[in-house]
């Protein structure tokens, strides 16, 4: 049932594999916080505008929002935390010319209402 939200700069477009990273990480997280992966829906934002710190053209960045049912503890959302920033990391070439910044923000949902047709 993951919703997740991947925004990224464009100057990633290249290279950041954004299927390989989700079509790992669905599997990967599901075990973790015992959901199932057809439930999992991933998106991804390409930011064509974006300013990060001083604005000079050599940050980048990608954050991943994931929001999940209420009821699982902190520990283990700190765990799908760092899952979910290695398994960015690992769908991430080098760009030598970039500081790039990954992060990462898990919340619950206050209400969620779904219909598969």
Known sequence: ?????VEYSESLAGAFDR????????PAAADLIGSSV??????????????IGAGDGA???????????PGRDAALKDRLGE???ATVADH???TPDLNTQLTVE???LATYHKLAR
């Open 1 to 5: 049932m993951p919703q997740i939200t």
């Open 19 to 26: 299927r390989g990273f989700a079509l790992a990480f669905h």
């Open 38 to 51: 057809p439930g999992f829906k991933t998106r991804f934002v390409k930011l064509d505008d974006a300013v």
């Open 59 to 69: 940050e980048a960045m990608v954050h991943v929002g994931i929001a999940l049912l």
């Open 83 to 85: 899952l979910t920033l």
């Open 92 to 94: 991430l070439k080098p």
């Open 106 to 108: 898990i919340r619950d």
